[in-house]
């Protein structure tokens, strides 16, 4: 069974920065696509940024110029680098891959989240 356990998250205040990892554990598998997504209380899940296999990356308009998305394919992780952090950045965050365990079909597999609080 794969998993993906989310790291890094925590309080910070504005103005400053965190680095949240993901990675995947289990049986052998291949990793496609590679996001984060965020949800603060009482808004919906919303992709924050993506990265594909090869490293191309997108984001929300919200964070871009002040997130990076990458990934260490050779260790099944992912990093979000969160700079100029806003109160509005406040949310759980969550950590999602597109992942073929070896026999089965591709599959879409998430971490169980990570608290990201900026205030002061």
């Known amino acids: 069974q794969v998993q993906l356990v989310e790291s890094g998250g925590g309080l910070v205040q504005p103005g400053g920065s965190l680095r949240l990892s993901c990675a995947a554990s289990?049986?052998?598998?291949?990793?496609?696509?590679m996001r984060w997504y965020r949800q603060a209380p009482g808004k919906e899940r919303e992709l924050v940024a993506a990265?594909?296999?090869?490293?191309?990356?997108n984001y929300a308009d919200s964070v871009k110029g002040r997130f990076t998305i990458s990934r260490h394919n050779a260790n099944n992780t992912v990093f979000l680098q969160m700079n100029s952090l806003k109160p509005e950045d406040t949310a759980v965050y969550y950590c999602?891959?597109?992942?073929?365990?070896?026999?089965?079909?591709?599959?879409?597999?998430w971490g169980k989240g990570t608290l990201v609080t900026v205030s002061s």
């Open positions: 999602y891959a597109a992942i073929r365990q070896y026999g089965l079909e591709w599959g879409d597999y």
């Open positions: 289990g049986s052998t598998f291949s990793i496609n696509a």
């Open positions: 990265i594909s296999w090869d490293g191309s990356t």
